[in-house]
């Protein structure tokens, strides 16, 4: 990773999965009063997987204006609706169904209508929403983020479409679908959560400069990434 792309990208050590959900959540709030305060709305993408659980679930007792939340998700699995894998579901058992966001200002995307017909409807749902206020992002261990994998579209060029429909993801189930990295990157603020040992390769092939899809969320003001120190090698200038 070359002193500009450093720059741009902010890697935040932190000691371990506890104290990545801490400071999540803190960057979470401040981001939504600052949104709040300024445009009187705080719209957020969600991500999934396993590492947002913990700050899901500490999120449900914060002091904010619920009423001025508005959720996204980045991608969503081709399942039905109440099926334990589906990332909306797992932040409405954790989290949203414990917090007074109205219901027509959480966006799901509905995946159970397979992943072509899904990812036109989130289009038109996204259609005249602006720039997000933040961004939450996940890492997988092959470098992926979203459902935007290794060797398959990312939507990272200029005038690509803001979803993605993924017929044939290289983990199950096949049928995904995914805000493109385009989409992505209209964001105020984008914050990577990451932790586990299972992402150590993940996170050493992001800051060589290797070409995985983490390394195509690149909004104007940059990414902060929130990641266990263990994970973090020195970077070679």
């Known amino acids: 990773m070359n002193r500009a792309e450093l720059e741009l990208c902010r890697w935040h050590a932190v000691a371990d999965e506890l104290a990545l959900q801490h400071t999540a959540i803190e960057n979470i709030l401040t981001g939504a009063a600052q949104a709040i305060r300024e445009r009187g709305q705080f719209h957020i993408v969600l991500a999934g997987g396993n590492t947002p659980r913990g700050i899901y679930h500490g999120l449900r007792t914060a002091k904010t204006d619920w009423s001025a939340w508005h959720i996204y998700f980045g991608d969503e699995r081709c399942l039905p609706p109440l099926d334990s894998a589906r990332n909306s579901r797992m932040a409405a058992e954790v989290w949203l169904d414990c917090v007074p966001i109205p219901p027509s200002q959480l966006h799901a995307i509905t995946g159970e209508l397979g992943a072509v017909q899904a990812s036109r409807m989130y289009a038109e749902i996204l259609r005249p929403v602006g720039d997000f206020d933040l961004v939450l992002l996940?890492?997988?261990?092959?470098?992926?983020?979203?459902?935007?994998?290794?060797?398959?579209?990312?939507?990272?060029?200029?005038?690509?479409?803001?979803?993605?429909?993924?017929?044939?993801?290289?983990?199950?189930?096949?049928?995904?679908?995914?805000?493109?990295?385009?989409?992505?990157?209209?964001?105020?603020?984008?914050?990577?959560?990451?932790?586990g040992e299972s992402k150590h390769w993940a996170v050493t092939a992001w800051r060589a400069g290797k070409d995985i899809p983490a390394r195509a969320i690149k909004p104007a003001a940059g990414v902060d990434v929130l990641v266990e120190s263990a994970l973090l090698v020195p970077v070679s200038n």
């Open 138 to 195: 996940g890492l997988g261990e092959d470098g992926h983020t979203a459902s935007l994998f290794p060797d398959h579209e990312w939507g990272a060029a200029p005038g690509s479409p803001d979803t993605l429909a993924v017929l044939d993801a290289p983990k199950p189930p096949l049928q995904r679908v995914s805000l493109s990295a385009a989409r992505l990157n209209r964001a105020r603020q984008v914050i990577f959560l990451v932790s």
